[in-house]
T-cell receptor, first 113, second 112 residues
Framework: ETGVTQTPRHLVMGMTNKKSLKCEQH?????MYWYKQSAKKPLELMFV???????ENNSVPSRFSPECPNSSHLFLHLHTLQPEDSALYLC????????????FGSGTQLSVL | SQQGEEDPQALSIQEGENATMNCSYK?????LQWYRQNSGRGLVHLIL?????REKHSGRLRVTLDTSKKSSSLLITASRAADTASYFC????????????FGAGTQVVVTP
């Protein structure tokens, strides 16, 4: 256990569906991240939140909408996705001002049909 | 273009052998980190080396950093079947907090 929990572990959705991915960290960290991992490609940084404020939005399409209601929770709201959005979505947390290492959740494997 | 690139893309060795993988990057960095990922799981941090450090050890892991060549290496000594995983380097550029950029990884298979 890394202290970062992601739900659901697997998600299959149609292109017209709306769903949300959830991430919760129990490490007392003040920064949270969403990464996208596609087959045979480097991890892509999508969003960064520091002290619940978005500090990075890496040119991500608007069909992905993040939400960080407090320092322990992070959501990724999904709507009208495309098949190429199928990937492993990883949440991570870290302590800004402390160790720079990231703690990752196990990810949500998303398939868009 | 990606900041970190690992070499080789895949490595197959037998238990007891050493595994070495390399990472090259393009711009000045604050630190470089190595992570491990088992299939379908999240990444686990292994070791962090700062730009003013040249070598670090952690158990069976040895990491080197050569900022003049913009490269790093990860050595796993006396490998075990449980070391089978993908290994990624990640770099944080100077004055670029929060933007940890990963390479595509080296897939390591250790056979008993």
């Amino acid at each position: 256990e890394t202290g970062v929990t992601q739900t659901p572990r697997h998600l299959v959705m149609g292109m017209t569906n709306k769903k949300s991915l959830k991430c919760e960290q129990h490490l007392g960290h003040n920064a949270m991240y969403w990464y996208k991992q596609s087959a045979k490609k480097p991890l892509e940084l999508m969003f960064v939140y520091s002290l619940e404020e978005r500090v990075e939005n890496n040119s991500v399409p608007s069909r992905f909408s993040p939400e960080c209601p407090n320092s322990s929770h992070l959501f990724l709201h999904l709507h009208t996705l495309q098949p190429e959005d199928s990937a492993l979505y990883l949440c991570a947390s870290s302590q800004r001002g402390g160790s720079e290492k990231l703690f990752f959740g196990s990810g949500t494997q998303l398939s868009v049909l | 273009s990606q900041q970190g690139e690992e070499d080789p893309q895949a490595l197959s060795i037998q238990e007891g052998e050493n595994a070495t993988m390399n990472c090259s990057y393009k711009t000045s960095i604050n630190n470089l980190q190595w992570y491990r990922q088992n299939s379908g799981r999240g990444l686990v941090h292994l070791i962090l080396i700062r730009s003013n450090e040249r070598e670090k050890h952690s158990g069976r892991l040895r990491v080197t950093l050569d900022t003049s060549k913009k490269s790093s290496s990860l050595l796993i000594t006396a490998s075990r079947a449980a070391d089978t995983a993908s290994y990624f380097c990640a770099t944080r550029k100077t004055d670029s907090w929060g933007k940890l950029q990963f390479g595509a990884g080296t897939q390591v298979v250790v056979t008993p």
